[in-house]
């Protein structure tokens, strides 16, 4: 099991609005990084820092954090949303990173 | 614009050995973690390893004993050596840049590997 913890999957109608979250420990001490995986395709991150989206992610992508839980937030879902998506950090022991499980997040 | 270009061999027995190759083409190789992910069948990522721009390895605690990763910043290429593969490690291999903000921003295509007898 993964250090970091994300919900399995997601599901929000089309325009409303999701959140993502992933919890660990390591998260009091380090950022969140972001991916979206579509099938059949590498990932592509999404957020990074605190909050900051990578030029080309739409605005209604947005990152915070928490004490344990950093969170994806996605104002107004698109069916282009619809894919897979992780979350990025250390180990509890800081030295090595980690991954998600991974969130499933369906637009419906 | 950076780019990752992978290649390596797809078909394996088990014992034998995977050795993977990633390009890094249109950008510095100085200065960045050049990191090896993988993802089984219908699985998560899963981070392997990287070096890091001061030369060190870090690897996977699980895979240690198996694993090598090393850098020719001369062809601007990393490797990853995974010895003594079994059916577990059958997945997609991307290679990938860790940017010192916080993220992996580049990935290459992925490499399907499978371990079968």
């Known amino acids: 099991s993964s250090e970091l913890t994300q919900d399995p999957a997601v599901s929000v109608a089309s325009g409303q609005t999701v959140k993502i979250t992933c919890q660990g420990d390591s998260l009091t001490t380090y950022h969140a990084s972001w991916y979206q995986q579509k099938p059949g395709q590498a990932p592509v991150f999404v957020m990074y820092g605190r909050s900051t989206r990578p030029s080309g992610v739409p605005d209604r992508f947005s990152g915070s954090s928490s004490g344990n839980t950093a969170s994806l937030t996605i104002t107004g879902a698109q069916a282009e949303d619809e894919a897979d998506y992780y979350c990025?950090?250390?180990?509890?022991?800081?030295?090595?990173?980690?991954f998600g499980g991974g969130t499933r997040l369906t637009v419906l | 614009q950076v780019q990752l270009q992978q290649w390596g061999a797809g078909l394996l027995k088990p014992s034998e050995t995977l050795s993977l190759t990633c390009g890094v083409h249109?950008?510095?190789?100085?200065?960045?973690?050049w990191s090896w992910i993988r993802q089984p069948p219908g699985g998560g990522l899963e981070w392997l390893g990287e070096f890091d721009h001061s030369g060190t390895p870090n690897y996977h605690p699980s895979l240690k004993s198996r694993l090598t990763i090393s850098v020719d910043s001369s062809k601007s290429q990393f490797s990853l050596i995974l010895s003594s593969v079994t059916a577990a490690d059958t997945a997609v291999y991307y290679c990938?840049?860790?940017?010192?903000?916080?993220?992996?921003?580049?990935w290459g295509h992925g490499t399907v590997v499978t371990v079968s007898s």
């Open positions: 249109g950008g510095s190789f100085s200065g960045f973690h």
């Open positions: 990025c950090s250390r180990d509890s022991s800081g030295t090595h990173r980690v």
């Open positions: 990938a840049r860790f940017w010192r903000v916080g993220a992996f921003d580049v």
